[in-house]
Protein backbone atom coordinates (compact mmCIF):
# COMPACT_ATOMS: atom_id res chain seq x y z
CA UNK A 1 0.00 0.00 0.00
CA UNK A 2 2.63 2.39 1.19
CA UNK A 3 4.90 1.60 -2.71
CA UNK A 4 1.45 2.76 -4.61
CA UNK A 5 1.02 5.59 -2.62
CA UNK A 6 3.89 7.09 -2.63
CA UNK A 7 4.05 6.73 -6.23
CA UNK A 8 1.28 9.58 -6.41
CA UNK A 9 1.58 12.10 -10.07
CA UNK A 10 5.04 10.02 -10.21
CA UNK A 11 5.96 9.79 -14.10
CA UNK A 12 8.08 7.14 -15.73
CA UNK A 13 5.92 4.18 -14.46
CA UNK A 14 6.51 0.56 -16.27
CA UNK A 15 2.62 1.06 -17.89
CA UNK A 16 4.22 4.48 -19.10
CA UNK A 17 7.50 3.02 -19.99
CA UNK A 18 5.31 -0.01 -22.04
CA UNK A 19 3.41 2.39 -23.79
CA UNK A 20 6.44 4.46 -25.01
CA UNK A 21 8.07 1.47 -26.07
CA UNK A 22 5.33 0.21 -28.39
CA UNK A 23 5.25 3.65 -29.71
CA UNK A 24 8.26 3.39 -30.54
CA UNK A 25 7.73 0.18 -31.90
CA UNK A 26 4.99 1.48 -34.40
CA UNK A 27 7.74 4.26 -35.31
CA UNK A 28 6.38 7.31 -33.51
CA UNK A 29 8.16 10.32 -31.62
CA UNK A 30 6.70 12.21 -29.19
CA UNK A 31 7.47 14.65 -26.07
CA UNK A 32 7.87 12.43 -22.71
CA UNK A 33 6.58 14.43 -19.73
CA UNK A 34 5.93 17.53 -22.00
CA UNK A 35 4.49 20.47 -19.84
CA UNK A 36 1.15 21.96 -20.55
CA UNK A 37 -1.12 25.01 -19.31
CA UNK A 38 -4.69 25.23 -20.43
CA UNK A 39 -7.55 27.52 -18.56
CA UNK A 40 -4.83 27.75 -15.52
CA UNK A 41 -4.39 23.76 -14.94
CA UNK A 42 -0.72 22.73 -14.86
CA UNK A 43 0.13 18.96 -15.70
CA UNK A 44 3.18 17.21 -17.86
CA UNK A 45 1.01 15.39 -20.41
CA UNK A 46 2.73 11.85 -20.21
CA UNK A 47 3.22 10.91 -23.86
CA UNK A 48 2.56 14.54 -26.61
CA UNK A 49 1.72 15.01 -29.92
CA UNK A 50 2.41 18.92 -29.34
CA UNK A 51 2.14 20.31 -33.36
CA UNK A 52 -0.78 18.00 -33.54
CA UNK A 53 -1.71 18.60 -30.08
CA UNK A 54 -2.66 15.07 -29.30
CA UNK A 55 -2.06 14.08 -25.10
CA UNK A 56 -2.33 10.74 -24.06
CA UNK A 57 -2.25 9.88 -19.95
CA UNK A 58 -1.66 6.29 -18.58
CA UNK A 59 -3.70 6.60 -15.67
CA UNK A 60 -2.95 4.04 -12.59
CA UNK A 61 -5.88 2.45 -11.11
CA UNK A 62 -5.63 3.86 -7.76
CA UNK A 63 -4.66 7.42 -8.27
CA UNK A 64 -7.61 7.78 -10.48
CA UNK A 65 -9.87 5.41 -9.12
CA UNK A 66 -10.57 2.86 -12.12
CA UNK A 67 -13.67 0.84 -11.86
CA UNK A 68 -12.18 -1.93 -11.51
CA UNK A 69 -9.40 -1.32 -9.22
CA UNK A 70 -10.50 1.62 -7.93
CA UNK A 71 -9.77 0.88 -4.09
CA UNK A 72 -10.47 2.96 -1.03
CA UNK A 73 -7.96 2.57 1.97
CA UNK A 74 -9.27 1.09 4.74
CA UNK A 75 -8.33 4.03 7.12
CA UNK A 76 -8.54 7.90 7.19
CA UNK A 77 -11.31 7.00 4.77
CA UNK A 78 -12.18 10.79 4.74
CA UNK A 79 -8.79 11.75 4.12
CA UNK A 80 -8.56 9.61 1.27
CA UNK A 81 -12.01 9.68 -0.36
CA UNK A 82 -11.75 13.47 -0.62
CA UNK A 83 -8.22 13.11 -2.12
CA UNK A 84 -8.70 10.67 -4.82
CA UNK A 85 -12.77 12.50 -5.60
CA UNK A 86 -10.12 15.91 -5.53
CA UNK A 87 -8.22 14.09 -7.95
CA UNK A 88 -10.80 12.11 -10.16
CA UNK A 89 -12.32 15.93 -10.60
CA UNK A 90 -8.82 17.13 -11.21
CA UNK A 91 -8.12 14.59 -14.24
CA UNK A 92 -11.59 15.49 -15.91
CA UNK A 93 -11.05 19.62 -15.79
CA UNK A 94 -8.11 18.94 -17.27
CA UNK A 95 -9.16 17.02 -20.02
CA UNK A 96 -11.96 19.43 -20.80
CA UNK A 97 -9.51 22.57 -20.27
CA UNK A 98 -7.15 20.78 -22.39
CA UNK A 99 -9.92 19.92 -25.03
CA UNK A 100 -10.79 23.28 -25.17
CA UNK A 101 -7.90 24.57 -26.40
CA UNK A 102 -7.29 21.46 -29.30
CA UNK A 103 -5.90 19.19 -27.92
CA UNK A 104 -7.11 15.45 -27.92
CA UNK A 105 -6.97 13.85 -24.88
CA UNK A 106 -6.28 10.00 -24.49
CA UNK A 107 -6.50 8.28 -21.70
CA UNK A 108 -6.00 4.96 -21.12
CA UNK A 109 -5.69 2.97 -17.65
CA UNK A 110 -2.64 1.54 -16.62
CA UNK A 111 -3.77 -1.68 -16.08
CA UNK A 112 -5.16 -2.14 -19.96
CA UNK A 113 -2.60 -3.46 -22.79
CA UNK A 114 0.01 -1.14 -23.83
CA UNK A 115 -0.21 -2.01 -27.01
CA UNK A 116 -3.39 -2.03 -27.91
CA UNK A 117 -3.62 1.79 -26.46
CA UNK A 118 -0.13 2.19 -28.35
CA UNK A 119 -2.47 1.10 -31.49
CA UNK A 120 -5.09 3.42 -30.57
CA UNK A 121 -2.87 6.58 -30.27
CA UNK A 122 -1.50 5.58 -33.66
CA UNK A 123 -4.91 5.70 -35.58
CA UNK A 124 -5.55 9.33 -33.93
CA UNK A 125 -1.86 10.21 -34.37
CA UNK A 126 -2.13 9.63 -38.65
CA UNK A 127 -5.78 10.71 -38.59
CA UNK A 128 -4.79 14.15 -37.06
CA UNK A 129 -1.69 14.47 -39.46
CA UNK A 130 -3.25 14.30 -42.25
CA UNK A 131 -6.02 17.04 -40.98
CA UNK A 132 -3.21 19.09 -40.04
CA UNK A 133 -1.66 18.68 -43.55
CA UNK A 134 -4.67 19.57 -45.39
CA UNK A 135 -5.57 22.54 -43.56
CA UNK A 136 -2.09 24.02 -44.28
CA UNK A 137 -1.72 23.21 -47.69
CA UNK A 138 -5.10 25.48 -48.30
ZN1 LIG B 1 -7.47 -0.83 -13.12
Not at 13 to 37: I, M, N, Q, W
Not at 43 to 54: E, G, L, N, Q
Amino acid sequence: MTAIMRANRSHNTAPERALRSALHCLGLRFRKDYRVEAAGLRTKVDVAFPRIRVAVFVDGCFWHQCPTHGTMPATNVEYWRAKLEHNVDRDRRLTKALEGEGWTVLRFWEHGSMVDAAESVARIVSRKRLDHAASNAS
